[in-house]
């Protein structure tokens, strides 16, 4: 698998690419969100670097934000979102320090979860608390797999990445008929142009797997349509408000929490 040290100069290269290119585009809203990838990026690769510890850091500061983000999605009270976040961040610290005890400490956080609506006696909300809770931890506990896979992270979340950016600039351009209908703006001829970009990184950085490439074609895609489910349902245009450019981070990282997961289950 490829070191964080050797790919820190192809993000740079992209971050540069790109700044260029929104530059000439003139769009603001991209303007500020390249400026505050230009913050984040760096960031995060510097905290790979370190190693272990660095991902564990990455992956409960970002499980803890996106529990935030689906709670307000999900109309999920502060004892609810204090026990999901919990649960995840469990999760996150038996990858990183007993990765044998993974599934069990995912069973521990699924009962805990199961047991706030539980506890409370909710007959009228506590179905949907409870079905939104399980969800929130089968979905944002995958944020754990950053330990697992290191610097494979990062690679995944530059695919997906590019694969959404060409997709977005891509689909309107090409048309055809439309994705699905949880996201009306999204075009299959934009998917696959997505698809050929993300697995077109996999390949110069001489990762290109089949696993890697499921996961990014099809695991990616999945993941935007994913939350652009949940936010429908919430009848939310972003899941936050407060990452510029992009609303929240469940908006960045929802292709790559699927695409992780998407990894993790193949062979």
């Given at each position: 698998m490829i070191a964080v040290a050797s790919l820190?100069?192809?993000?740079g290269g992209a971050l540069?690419?790109?700044?260029?290119?929104?530059?000439?585009?003139?769009?603001?809203?991209?303007?500020?969100?390249?400026?505050?990838?230009?913050?984040?990026?760096?960031?995060?690769?510097?905290?790979?670097?370190?190693?272990?510890?660095?991902?564990?850091?990455?992956?409960?500061?970002?499980?803890?934000?996106?529990?935030m983000e689906f709670g307000g999605l999900m109309r999920l009270g502060?004892?609810?979102?204090?026990?999901?976040?919990?649960?995840?961040?469990?999760?996150v610290l038996a990858a990183w320090l007993?990765?044998?005890q993974v599934l069990r400490v995912v069973a521990i956080g699924a009962l805990a979860v199961a047991a706030v609506p539980l506890l409370a006696g909710d007959a009228d909300h506590g179905l949907r608390?409870?079905?939104?809770?399980?969800?929130?931890?089968?979905?944002?506990?995958?944020?754990?797999?950053?330990?697992?896979?290191?610097?494979?992270a990062l690679v995944l979340f530059a695919a997906v990445s590019i694969a959404d950016i060409v997709a977005y600039f891509a689909g309107p351009a090409l048309g055809g008929p439309r994705l699905s209908p949880l996201s009306p703006a999204k075009r299959w001829s934009g998917t696959f142009a997505g698809a050929a970009a993300g697995l077109g990184v996999l390949a110069v950085l001489s990762v290109l797997s089949w696993p890697m490439a499921v996961a990014v074609a099809v695991g990616g895609p999945a993941g935007d349509l994913l939350e652009s489910m949940v936010k429908r349902g919430?009848?939310?245009?972003?899941?936050?408000?407060?990452?510029?450019?992009?609303?929240?981070?469940?908006?960045?990282?929802?292709?790559?929490?699927i695409a992780l997961a998407v990894l993790l289950v193949l062979p």
């Open positions: 820190a100069p192809f993000l540069v690419l790109s700044g260029i290119a929104v530059a000439v585009s003139r769009r603001r809203e991209l303007l500020i969100r390249w400026c505050a990838w230009a913050v984040g990026v760096p960031l995060a690769v510097g905290a790979f670097w370190w190693g272990r510890p660095g991902a564990a850091a990455v992956a409960i500061a970002a499980g803890v934000i996106a529990v502060r004892a609810d979102r204090v026990v999901l976040a919990a649960a995840v961040v469990g999760v007993a990765p044998g608390r409870l079905g939104a809770g399980l969800l929130g931890l089968a979905w944002l506990s995958v944020t754990a797999a950053l330990v697992t896979l290191g610097a494979g919430a009848q939310a245009k972003d899941a936050g408000h407060w990452l510029p450019g992009s609303g929240g981070l469940l908006d960045r990282i929802d292709s790559l929490l």
